[in-house]
């Protein structure tokens, strides 16, 4: 069975001193506008259940309102933060948008695919957020994440899911563009514009779609939304 935490460990390492002497000047200068956040470092909670896993989804969301402290160096305890939040369950007890939006589209396909064991993780195209407040990090801390730690497609290709979804809205295309490259995007149905809906080609992913966040999608039909990612990944992958 593959050690899919070890691996992401093992990613998380190889950028963490350099991470951290570049991001500790925004922790000492009391001038700068924003304070960042522990980065978001995924671990899988039963690594059996993932690599057996009919299917594989990875949800992306925008970026951390904080992330329990500043940033500090305990790589082990931040990781300890997505097991506690996510992992463990208190993320559905959030009761925000976008978790319920979350946990709303993992009920669709459950619905569709009952026999089918599925895993679900979390992530964020944002990796480091903004210790107070929320939205989107200033420049400084942007920054640092883009030339220090940009290891979202390290982390794709270690996880391998079948399905990913961005939850991200229209306005962080440029982010994705700025993770993956120049983006194609196409698409899903004629009923939504590629604003609206789009599919994503990413490299070592077989499907991915982005649409709005929660906020949006619950004041619009969210299941309109969701079906048609849905029926397109049946039609276009398929889960025998």
């Not at 992330?67 to 463990?88: A, L």
């Not at 969210?222 to 025998?240: P, Q, T």
Request: aromatic share 14%; net charge negative; glycine share 6%.
């Amino acid at each position: 069975m593959e050690s899919f935490n070890k691996y992401l460990e093992s990613l998380y390492a190889s950028k963490w001193q350099d991470l951290f002497d570049s991001i500790y000047p925004l922790l000492t200068d009391d001038n700068v506008e924003d304070t960042p956040a522990c980065p978001l470092l995924l671990k899988v909670e039963d690594e059996e259940f993932y690599s057996n896993a009919d299917i594989r989804i990875m949800i992306f969301g925008q970026e951390t309102n904080s992330w329990y402290e500043p940033f500090h160096k305990d790589m082990n305890s931040i990781i300890g933060y997505y097991d506690k939040f996510f992992n463990s369950g208190e993320c559905w007890h959030y009761s925000g948008q976008f978790w319920n939006g979350v946990s709303r589209f993992v009920k669709l396909i459950k619905e569709r695919h009952p026999d089918k064991s599925i895993a679900l993780l979390w992530n964020n195209i944002t990796k480091i957020g903004r210790h107070e407040g929320i939205g989107f990090p200033s420049a400084p801390i942007h920054q640092v994440e883009r030339e220090h730690f940009s290891i979202i497609p390290q982390e794709i290709e270690i996880l391998k899911p079948n399905i990913i979804l961005f939850l991200t809205g229209p306005n962080y295309d440029s982010v994705i563009s700025e993770v993956f490259g120049d983006l194609n995007m196409n698409a899903v149905s004629d009923d939504f514009t590629t604003r609206q809906l789009a599919r994503l080609e990413l490299p070592n992913v077989g499907f991915a779609v982005r649409t709005y966040h929660p906020g949006y999608l619950w004041r619009n039909d969210i299941d309109k939304y969701f079906d048609v990612i849905l029926n397109e990944f049946d039609r276009s992958i398929g889960v025998n």
